[in-house]
């Protein structure tokens, strides 16, 4: 038997907790039955490379890569647990939505495969509403800013931020979300007053989701450990550990040491502490609404 190499897997398809959970009991199995990575590979006629990627979830297996691993490992897959691992491996080959937007960079990519599975996001965003919570108008218009340009690019990015938001209201089970608004957010003009009025309304509307938690850190708050640029934290079920994510100009980062989500976190719970409690937010953001639509003139 003979497993497809990775030259043979022409797109880019980003590890998930799902892949890595799949790669981890793959590497028991081999394990358990006292096989080193490079005797693996020799049952298998495939790199001892391919087989440490698959059992480290960055590379998606196929469900006859697996059944040939099973076989080569002795164990039975009518029943458990090789039928469990054919059917993980079977949802894993679906296609993501994101595979069509080859315009984005892989990690963003990747970010978005991680967030499709996660059930919690804390999110924190200083100078604009949190991307799960823009409307299209406001995704275009915040997106165009340096990319005049690149109107492939923004289009996709705009597709995604809308494609994204399914995890909130029509996945089952939804994302949990926890995001904390800052007033400059609120406050900054981002298109005209229509758009600012849609997107603050939206934002409203999300928080009275039972997923969906909303916090506002007022300017009054004062300086705090995260002022110098946002970040997300994405957790997920069965034990998988956290993911911390942030975006920069120069690209997206990913943080995944203990420590580092450790102290993602902590900063994270001193915002919590600073920001108005979410009912407080809720009519704070409604008053904001309200200023806004009752202009006749554009926010200047």
């Known amino acids: ?22 790669g981890r009991r793959l590497r028991r199995l081999r394990e358990e039955r006292g096989l ?12 001892q490379g391919r087989i440490g990627r698959i059992e480290s979830g960055d590379i998606k297996p196929r469900p006859r890569d697996v059944l040939e691993i099973l076989v080569a490992y002795g164990v039975p897959h009518e029943q458990e647990p090789g039928r469990g691992l054919l059917e993980m491996a079977r949802q894993l080959r679906e296609p993501g939505w994101w595979q069509g937007l080859s315009t984005l960079p892989n990690r963003y990519i990747t970010y978005m495969a991680y967030e499709a599975e996660a059930a919690e996001l804390r999110h924190f965003e200083p100078m604009a509403i949190p991307s799960l919570m823009q409307t299209r108008a406001y995704a275009e218009e915040i997106n165009r800013v340096g990319r005049e340009t690149e109107s492939e690019l923004i289009a996709h990015r705009v597709e995604a931020t809308a494609l994204r938001q399914e995890v909130l209201t029509t996945r089952r089970p939804a994302l ?49 450990l995260a002022v110098r640029g946002g970040f997300a934290i994405l957790s997920f079920d069965q034990r998988d550990p956290s993911l911390g994510y942030i975006e920069t100009v120069a690209g997206e980062l990913f943080l995944e040491s203990a420590d580092e989500v450790r102290r993602l976190n902590g900063a994270y719970e001193g915002l919590q502490a600073l920001a108005l409690s979410p009912s407080e937010s809720v009519k704070f953001v409604q008053t904001k609404v309200l200023e806004l639509s009752g202009r006749h003139t554009p926010i200047r």
Request: hydrophobic share 45%; glycine share 4%.
């Open 1 to 22: 038997m003979r497993m497809r190499e990775d030259s043979e897997v022409p797109r880019f398809t980003p590890p998930t907790p799902n892949s890595r959970r799949l």
């Open 36 to 47: 080193t990575q490079e005797e693996a590979a020799r049952l298998l006629a495939c790199s």
């Open 176 to 224: 949990r979300m926890h995001a904390i608004v800052t007033e400059v957010a609120l406050m900054l003009r981002v298109g005209g007053t229509d758009v600012m009025v849609e997107q603050l309304e939206l934002v409203a509307r999300l928080a009275a989701r039972p997923n969906i938690t909303v916090q506002v850190l007022r300017l009054a708050a004062g300086a705090h």
